[in-house]
């Protein structure tokens, strides 16, 4: 399919349109700090279907180098109608589909996994998930937007093992490729 196209269109694919991704995000997050009052650190890396709910300026606030997968929904309103703080530290991975309610404070280096209700507060270098989250190993090493250390050693074998599956490369260059 891509034979057509060529071999130098097959090895941009979709990484074309990072550019005017980039523009989207930062449009995306000037209006919501001019609309919403939500508060980003300079590389907040954002999904363009998260969901902030905000009544006060400032009442949510997201810190340095995380990121926050697709449709999450921020609230820092609750039930009554009065407005509690949230706070999301940096270098911090927020999961597809998690709910961060009024008042929590999430620590930085912190992953939700997906589809997480967060109701309370979330220490520093933890993960936690479920409904209501929980905190499932602690002492983790997040770095840039939350990512593991290893994170591109497991994607690199990943890629040699599909690469073996589907007899691209034998096995004597495949396990070279990999160191």
Known sequence: ?????????????LHQFDRVRQIALALRRSWLGLTRGVTFAEDVDLSMSTTFVNRTRGAISIG????????????????????????????????????ILPGVTIGDGTVVAAGSVVSRDLPSDCIAS?????????GIDAGYLGRMPDAWMNQRLMQVTEALREGKVGRRSAATKAD
């Open 130 to 138: 479920g409904n209501p989250a929980r905190i499932v190993r602690r």
């Open 64 to 99: 340095q180098s995380t990121a926050i997968a697709l449709h999450c929904i921020v609230s820092s309103v609750r039930d009554d109608g009065s407005t509690a703080p949230v706070r999301i530290g940096s270098r911090c991975f927020i999961g597809a589909g998690s709910l």
């Open 1 to 13: 399919m891509y034979a057509a196209y060529g071999t130098r269109m097959a090895r941009r694919g």
